[in-house]
């Protein structure tokens, strides 16, 4: 009987060993993460080719750790708010709506702040790739459903202090 007891629990053992060596998702780990990313904003301003310019505050993912957090675990986000993406040079992008509650859609922008291509109501929680199409240096993700309501288009223009400074570089 001892050693029947031993035996159980030295499997116990290796069991809570290996179980606590494997890398696992926690998701109160992420967002106690996001707690320290901070988010500066600016204004950023939409002009349609056809309508009126359209201002949002949007929060900027600049750096790698903010670009990979982005809008993720958010429950809501105002009408009038986003989240700028800057990649820093133009490039191939591609995005997935991995972990975000929100739909949104994507103005993806060159380096100019020209809209080049748009995917409307990204699913949320989907693990799809949303591809940019071609080289991009921003990415916008607003409210899922603005782009349709603002009557939103490729070819629309953006601007903001942070595209106005990388025109300058």
Known sequence: MKASHLAILKSASMALFLLGSMPAFDAHAA???????????????????????????????????????????????????????????????????????????????????????????AVPYSEDIIDSGQPVKYVIELNGGIVKKLGLAVGDRVSSPTIAKGLKK
């Open 31 to 121: 967002v106690t993460q996001q707690q320290n990313i901070q988010f500066a904003s600016e204004t950023l301003t939409i002009t349609p080719a056809k309508g009126e310019a359209r201002k949002f505050t949007v929060e900027l993912a600049l750096t790698d750790p903010q670009r990979e957090y982005g809008l993720m675990f958010r429950k809501s986000m105002p009408a009038d708010h986003g989240m700028l993406f800057d990649f820093g040079t133009s490039r191939q992008v591609m995005m997935w709506m991995e972990n975000t509650q929100l739909p949104l859609d994507m103005l993806f922008l060159d380096e100019k702040g020209t809209v080049t291509h748009i995917q409307e109501n």
